[in-house]
C-alpha cells in the first residue's frame, strides 16, 4: 500500500497533495496520524478531486454519523460514488433500521462496500415484503431520484 501511496503521490506533485491533506484535516479533523492511515488504507484519496473529499466527508460526517476515525479507518468511503452508491444504500440502510430488520448498529463499510450483486442479495432481496417496493426505491435512488418515504 505505501508503495502505492507514494507512486499516487509521485504521479500528483507535491503541491496537490499538501492540499488534498489539508481538506482531509479541515472537513474530518484528522490529525497527520489519520491522514498517514487513511492515504495507506485509500492511496487513491489523494487523486481525488477537493470537492469529491469534501462532499463525502459531509456526508459520511452528517447523513450517515460516522466519527472521523472510522472513515480513517475505511477510508475508501471517500472514493465511491456518493450519488450512484453511497446515498442509495444508506436509504436502504435507514429503511431497516427504522423497521427494526438489521441491528442498529450496522456496519456502514459493511452495506456500501460489496459488489452491487452482494447488496442486493443480502440488504435488499430478503425484505422485499417487509418493505413493498425497497428494490424500487433502490433503484430510482442510484439514478438520482430519491424516491418519496425513503428521503435522507
Excluded at 507514494?6 to 497533495?17: D, M, N, P, R, Y
Excluded at 447523513?63 to 465511491?80: D, F, H, K, N, T
Excluded at 456502514?108 to 428494490?135: D, H, M, Q, R, W
Aim: glycine share 4%; charged share 30%; aromatic share 8%.
Amino acid at each position: 500500500m505505501f508503495r502505492h501511496a507514494l507512486s499516487t503521490a509521485g504521479c500528483i506533485g507535491q503541491e496537490k497533495v499538501d492540499a488534498k491533506v489539508a481538506v482531509l484535516k479541515e472537513t474530518l479533523g484528522w490529525s497527520q496520524e489519520e491522514v498517514n492511515l487513511a492515504v495507506s488504507k485509500a492511496p487513491r484519496i489523494l487523486v481525488a478531486s477537493e470537492e469529491r473529499l469534501r462532499r463525502n466527508a459531509a456526508f459520511l460526517l452528517n447523513e450517515a454519523g460516522l466519527p472521523p476515525q472510522y472513515i480513517a479507518r475505511r477510508s475508501v468511503l471517500l472514493m465511491y460514488s456518493l450519488e450512484r452508491r453511497m446515498v442509495p444504500r444508506h436509504l436502504v440502510l435507514k429503511a431497516l433500521k427504522e423497521r427494526r430488520l438489521v441491528e442498529q448498529d450496522r456496519c456502514f463499510f459493511n452495506v456500501v462496500a460489496p459488489t452491487e450483486e452482494k447488496f442486493l442479495e443480502k440488504f435488499v432481496a430478503p425484505y422485499e415484503e417487509s418493505i413493498p417496493g425497497l428494490a424500487d426505491a433502490y433503484e430510482s435512488a442510484c439514478a438520482g431520484k430519491v424516491p418519496e418515504g425513503f428521503q435522507h
